[in-house]
């Protein structure tokens, strides 16, 4: 199926590297033509090394995320050890593909990155339920702006520290051309030693 891709206001950035992974996001929420909040987190933990970073109607995105945590939890405790990266990806991926097929589509866009057995891993879910295996990508509004940062900057072997910095300039890129993209930059970075909530700060 032909991946179809929905467009919104917003910049979320995902980054593998040698050690780990990073996600960033930008802060801003918009209304139509306006600013409706400058502070919305985009950026949510599935679990100590496993995260989402969303991009569209932020209900579609909470519920999807909210419905993955339980549906992770609960397979974790069945069969007595936690989902895969890929699979939390796939996870997301039949709700997204659910939701199109019964006509109620999620306006959204998802990439979930983390660190298991394999190794670090990105994904992209989009609204169609297609999932890729990404080295480093970008959704929203904004992405023009950060694939050119991730292009010309991404190379073999970097570390997280490395990669925070790249996608944190990949916001930041977005940000001074990208109206609905601003208010400062989040990022995560996840290693096979746990979570890290990161605040890059930045108004813009």
Do not use: W
């Amino acid at each position: 199926m032909k991946n179809i891709h929905v467009v919104v206001m917003t910049t979320i950035v995902a980054v593998k590297c040698a050690d780990g992974v990073v996600l960033a996001s930008d802060r801003r929420a918009s209304k139509g033509g306006m600013i409706g909040s400058k502070s919305v987190k985009k950026i949510y933990p599935i679990d100590s090394r496993k995260a989402v970073a969303i991009a569209g109607q932020l209900s579609d995105a909470n519920y999807l995320v909210n419905l993955v945590k339980a549906e992770a939890k609960l397979i974790e405790f069945n069969r007595g050890f936690p989902l895969t990266v890929k699979e939390v990806a796939k996870l997301l991926s039949n709700m997204l593909y659910s939701g199109m097929r019964n006509y109620a589509p999620y306006i959204t866009e998802l990439l979930v990155a983390g660190v298991d057995e394999t190794g670090p891993n990105v994904f992209e879910a989009d609204i169609s339920g297609a999932v890729t295996d990404e080295t480093f990508t970008s959704s929203g509004s904004g992405s023009p702006m950060a694939y050119g940062v991730l292009e010309a900057s991404y190379r073999e072997g970097l570390t997280v520290k490395e990669g925070a910095e790249i996608a944190k300039r990949a916001v930041r890129s977005a940000m001074e051309r990208d109206p609905g993209s601003g208010n400062g930059v989040q990022i995560v970075v996840i290693t096979k030693n746990g979570l890290e909530v990161l605040d890059a700060g930045g108004a813009a």
